[in-house]
């Protein structure tokens, strides 16, 4: 199973930050280091969040990282156009030697979207752009150079395009999340990964079971895409550290309770890893291990030796 990291920071994060704990995965031994794409909190007028750009911070650690993967899940879609945003991720997949993914989905904050004069459509219409938007970056990434690529949408069009953003090896497109129909059948279309999103670790394979019914309603030769899960977590070398965790956790920690896993010492550990055999056993092959503190190296280097280095 892979194995990876991301970041949803608790009050958000600055660069510095950010790159540190990449580091830290990447030392660990994970596989990926992936990070959220919020401009806001979730607490109600968190004015100390500090929001940074994703695929910004995601160009930086492509020339500062080596070997770890690097991503979004989810990007909003609402916040990039459609040609933009191929390029940017092209560009990084680039800079990084080849090791980009695009997680993607129809955006869900309406807060954040006000807060920064970003346009925020009904979730019907969100659907719409998203799978323009899904169409347009495919054509971008996948037309061969001396021919060219056009799209004529509802929301977008592409007008005869003959420079193509160049990737080093073409990114993987992540689609995920709780919704039975529209999703899914997203995810059978167009995506490389799809994951079953924030739920209690024996409803994934309901998910699953799902989307390969999508599948083969388009067609798509179910091995053909990767099944991932996202699961919170916080790990403490004691029961003092692990309370210490859960409390910068702050709002998040409820997702730890609901959705995720806790525990200390091997205890804990032993629990993280019986998550991760439950998981496997309902076909995940790919699971992101979900953290909220924004300087807290220390916690990725402990799932690094007493989770990862012991499977």
């Not at 995601?58 to 916040?79: D, K, P, Y």
């Not at 073409?170 to 999103?197: Q, S, V, W």
């Not at 990767?226 to 920690?253: C, I």
Request: with cysteine.
């Amino acid at each position: 199973m892979r194995l990876r990291i991301l970041l949803e920071p608790n009050g958000g994060a600055s660069y510095a930050q950010i790159l540190a704990l990449a580091r830290a995965a990447e030392e660990a031994g994970f596989d990926a280091f992936f990070r959220s794409d919020h401009y806001l909190g979730v607490g109600d007028d968190d004015v100390r969040y500090q929001p940074t750009d994703s695929w910004t911070t995601l160009a930086g650690l492509a020339v500062q990282t080596e070997r770890v993967r690097i991503g979004t899940l989810v990007n909003a879609s609402t916040f990039r156009l459609p040609g933009q945003l191929a390029v940017e991720v092209a560009t990084v997949d680039q800079m990084s030697g080849g090791r980009a993914e695009l997680g993607i989905g129809t955006a869900w904050f309406e807060r954040e979207h006000q807060y920064f004069g970003i346009p925020f459509p009904k979730l019907a219409e969100r659907f719409e752009r998203l799978e323009e938007q899904l169409e347009i970056l495919k054509g971008l990434w996948d037309t061969k150079p001396g021919e060219r690529f056009s799209f004529e949408g509802k929301y977008f069009t592409v007008a005869d395009c003959a420079a193509f953003p160049r990737w080093a090896s073409r990114p993987k497109i992540i689609i995920g999340g709780a919704g039975a129909a529209k999703t899914p059948r997203l995810a059978a279309k167009y995506a490389d990964e799809f994951n079953a999103a924030l739920c209690p670790v024996d409803e994934h394979k309901a998910r699953f079971d799902n989307f390969h019914r999508r599948c083969e309603e388009v067609g798509r030769d179910l091995p053909a895409a990767r099944l991932s899960a996202t699961v919170p977590v916080a790990l403490g070398t004691d029961e003092a550290d692990l309370e210490a965790r859960m409390d910068a956790f702050g709002q998040a920690a409820g997702l730890v309770n609901n959705a995720g896993v806790k525990g200390h010492g091997a205890d804990g550990a032993r629990q993280v890893r019986d998550v991760l055999k439950r998981l496997e056993d309902q076909g995940t092959d790919t699971t992101y291990f979900h953290v909220y503190g924004p300087s807290d190296v220390d916690h990725i280097r402990l799932l690094g030796s007493e989770v990862l280095a012991r499977m």
